[in-house]
T-cell receptor
Framework: RKEVEQDPGPFNVPEGATVAFNCTYS??????FFWYRQDCRKEPKLLMS???SGNEDGRFTAQLNRASQYISLLIRDSKLSDSATYLC????????????FGKGTKLSVKP | SQTIHQWPATLVQPVGSPLSLECTVE??????LYWYRQAAGRGLQLLFY??????ISSEVPQNLSASRPQDRQFILSSKKLLLSDSGFYLC???????????FGDGTRLSIL
């Protein structure tokens, strides 16, 4: 089983749609969780950290379910500029901060 | 604020040639430093990480090496490049204790 698994997509949605990405991780000792965004041929950029209580940043909402080892990202009112690949990332205890990346879910928002 | 610089942005090298990619971080002290590679259409692969000057850990055996001669400088090298070394190389830094990593702009390396 892969350490971090994501649906590769692509997700093709119209502007204004709500889209949800899911991610599962295999190590129950995972400590920190993040969503990154990567535009085509660019570096990954931190989108948001994911906290146990869930957190929101504008149109983006992240949820963590430790019991199910499941992370989600919800994007409301999607914009053309949201088109990118979204990477689910976790860190494990004792890993010296090494990030474990999912392969990403590609989102394409159409006019 | 912290910034990370990585160069060159693109590089075309013949098979068998040497390689040196440099990464520097500003605005922080004693960061963790990382080198990743991303092959076309693939996920990120951690190559090396460093928690301090002269301390390098390798994640994947290969013909690449890394060095950290100064606190905020991280260098990726090879004596003889292979075709399979083509890819997008990313340097990243973080503070300790499971904090997120921040990436440089990357170097796109093509081997001919």
């Amino acid at each position: 089983r892969k350490e971090v698994e994501q649906d590769p997509g692509p997700f093709n949605v119209p502007e204004g749609a709500t889209v949800a990405f899911n991610c599962t991780y295999s190590n129950s000792a995972s400590q920190s969780f993040f969503w990154y965004r990567q535009d085509c041929r660019k570096e990954p950029k931190l989108l948001m950290s994911v906290y146990s209580s869930g957190n929101e940043d504008g149109r983006f909402t992240a949820q963590l379910n430790r019991a199910s080892q499941y992370i989600s990202l919800l994007i409301r009112d999607s914009k053309l500029s949201d088109s990118a690949t979204y990477l689910c990332v976790v860190t494990n205890r004792g890993s010296q901060g090494n990030l474990i990346f999912g392969k990403g879910t590609k989102l394409s928002v159409k006019p | 604020s912290q910034t990370i610089h990585q160069w060159p942005a693109t590089l075309v090298q013949p098979v068998g040639s040497p390689l040196s990619l440099e990464c520097t971080v500003e605005g922080t002290s004693n960061p963790n430093l990382y080198w990743y590679r991303q092959a076309a259409g693939r996920g990120l692969q951690l190559l090396f990480y460093s928690v301090g000057i002269g301390q390098i850990s390798s994640e994947v055996p290969q013909n690449l090496s890394a060095s950290r001669p100064q606190d905020r400088q991280f260098i990726l090298s090879s004596k003889k490049l292979l075709l399979s070394d083509s890819g997008f190389y990313l340097c990243a830094w973080s503070t300790r204790d499971n904090q997120p990593q921040h990436f440089g702009d990357g170097t796109r390396l093509s081997i001919l």
